[in-house]
């Protein structure tokens, strides 16, 4: 089955950056949903940010927008998630996850919705900002 590999992640003191990839094997990503999440200690994981299949669609939550860009390269199987002006708040495991592109769901109910949301998940990387 697909398999998610996500790096990138580390120490950084706020207002710095960080570039998260996300690598897919196993199957090719080109019909797949792909998406960034995270969660922070005694909470539940929340989408951070989430690309089509294309690439022409994405989400982002509202805590990151005009912080993080979400992009993929479906040649090498890699989205991408860049963290820019980093804030203390973002520390957390942030995961890469999967769902294949359905013309039911929106990219935005892929990356909010429990019950609609991803079914494949990487193990995650640790971002920490602070300083």
């Known amino acids: 089955q697909l398999q998610l590999v996500e790096s990138g992640g580390g120490l950084v003191r706020p207002g710095g950056s960080l570039r998260l990839s996300c690598a897919a094997s196993?199957?090719?990503?080109?019909?797949?949903?792909i998406g960034w999440f995270h969660q922070a200690p005694g909470k539940e994981r929340e989408g951070v940010s989430c690309?089509?299949?294309?690439?022409?669609?994405?989400y982002y939550a509202d805590s990151v927008k005009g912080r993080f860009t979400i992009s993929r390269d479906n040649a090498k199987n890699t989205v991408y998630l860049q963290m820019n002006s980093l804030k203390p708040e973002d520390t957390a495991s942030y995961y890469c996850?999967?769902?294949?592109?359905?013309?039911?769901?929106?990219?935005?109910?892929?990356?909010?919705?429990?019950?609609?949301?991803?079914?494949?998940w990487g193990e995650g990387t640790l971002v920490t900002v602070s300083s």
């Open positions: 196993g199957f090719t990503s080109d019909y797949y949903v």
């Open positions: 690309i089509s299949s294309s690439g022409d669609t994405v």
């Open positions: 996850a999967a769902r294949r592109q359905s013309s039911f769901l929106t990219v935005r109910v892929m990356c909010t919705s429990s019950q609609y949301g991803m079914n494949y």
